[in-house]
């Protein structure tokens, strides 16, 4: 009997031992269970540029877990990377605004390079000769024949937008397509207006030659198909001293 309970005495100690021990040894874990892992901030490169990112940082901690059979777990949590522009992209950005901008003011001039409905002020010469010389001296045309299609037209008007039912306008009676497609800046603003007489006889010089002059009938054919036109207008251009 004596030896029985010696032999249980030892055993109890051995594992009072045991348990001291392991406590010990949960006492050293809970010390490095504050042990932190950093990951150095990233960065990277792109076609040869540096790229600006939010540095990204990597946690991990040692975490002591009674429930688990496992007793240790490990816990990490990285940081979201945001990418920056590199200076590729920023130029390419820039230049497609610069583009866009310049797109933008070409429709805007365009826009103004060609009869507009706008209210305009006109200032007409006192002679309307002067301009049909300026024209004659530029396309060839005989200065009387604009004059006399200019008077059949509209009675030598000034610079006007009226219309007939035909909707030809202005002073020389053009259609606005045709108008289009051969009108001169006469007087030199910058502007094809079909109402400004300048421009209108200057760009019937043009088109008259473009229909066919210095043949005066296929040319004034071209302008208006019709005998009686022709034959009025040459029997002014006559008495005008063509």
Not at 170 to 190: I, K
């Amino acid at each position: 009997m004596p030896l029985i309970r010696e032999t249980k005495r030892r055993f109890r100690r051995a594992e009072w031992n045991k348990y001291i021990l392991s406590k010990s040894i949960l006492a050293l874990v809970l010390t490095a269970a504050s042990f932190i892992v950093t990951v150095s901030p990233i960065t990277t490169k792109a076609d040869n540029d540096p790229v600006v990112v939010e540095t990204a940082k990597t946690t991990s901690a040692l975490v002591l877990d009674t429930t688990s059979p496992k007793v240790l777990t490990m816990k990490s949590s990285v940081s979201v990377i945001t990418p920056g522009e590199s200076k590729n992209q920023a130029e390419i950005k820039a230049q497609r605004a610069a583009a866009a901008k310049a797109n933008a003011l070409a429709i805007s001039t365009t826009s103004r390079d060609t009869v507009t409905r706008e209210r305009r002020v006109y200032t007409d010469p006192t002679n309307f000769d002067e301009i049909y010389q300026r024209a004659s001296a530029v396309y060839g045309v005989d200065p009387m024949l604009l004059k006399a299609i200019h008077t059949v037209e509209t009675g030598a008007s000034g610079s006007t937008t009226r219309s007939n039912p035909s909707g030809a306008t202005g002073p020389m009676q053009f259609l606005p397509s045709t108008f289009r497609a051969y009108g001169v800046d006469g007087n030199g603003d910058g502007i094809k207006d079909i109402g400004n007489v300048e421009d209108a006889i200057f760009s019937a010089a043009r088109y008259l030659v473009a229909c066919g002059y210095p043949d005066v009938k296929k040319a004034l054919w071209g302008y208006n198909p019709s005998t009686r036109y022709y034959t009025k207008v040459m029997g002014l251009a006559q008495s005008f001293g063509m």
